[in-house]
């Protein structure tokens, strides 16, 4: 069983900061991609940012220069620094990952966690 559990959202005005953090924990055998997803109020899910195993990093257009993704591979965890915070920001973020557990090593899920609010005002 793997759990995936998000923190770090709030409320935050405009051109401010925000970090969340992502930890993942139970029958790990190793991860490869965690990444964030985010989705405002009507909208669907989009992918925010992406990081793999070697450290490589991909970032949506709409957050390029402002968010800043990043893992600590000893703690399973992932983070996302956000700056310069845009009313547009709002919605509900999710964290992902794929995960290999023991049980089944040679497989790769994908999990995600249960999201958490920000909120930008302006």
């Known amino acids: 069983q793997v759990h995936v559990v998000e923190s770090g959202g709030g409320l935050v005005q405009q051109g401010g900061s925000l970090r969340l953090s992502c930890a993942a924990s139970?029958?790990?055998?190793?991860?490869?991609?965690m990444g964030w997803h985010r989705q405002a109020p009507g909208k669907p899910r989009e992918p925010v940012a992406n990081?793999?195993?070697?450290?490589?990093?991909n970032y949506a257009d709409f957050v390029k220069g402002r968010f800043t993704i990043s893992r600590d591979n000893a703690k399973n965890t992932v983070y996302l620094q956000m700056n310069s915070l845009k009313a547009e920001d709002t919605g509900v973020y999710y964290c992902?990952?794929?995960?290999?557990?023991?049980?089944?090593?040679?497989?790769?899920?994908?999990?995600w966690g249960q999201g958490t609010q920000v909120t930008v005002s302006s």
């Open positions: 992902n990952v794929d995960v290999s557990d023991t049980i089944e090593p040679w497989r790769a899920r994908k999990y």
């Open positions: 139970g029958t790990i055998f190793s991860i490869n991609d």
């Open positions: 990081i793999i195993g070697d450290g490589s990093t």
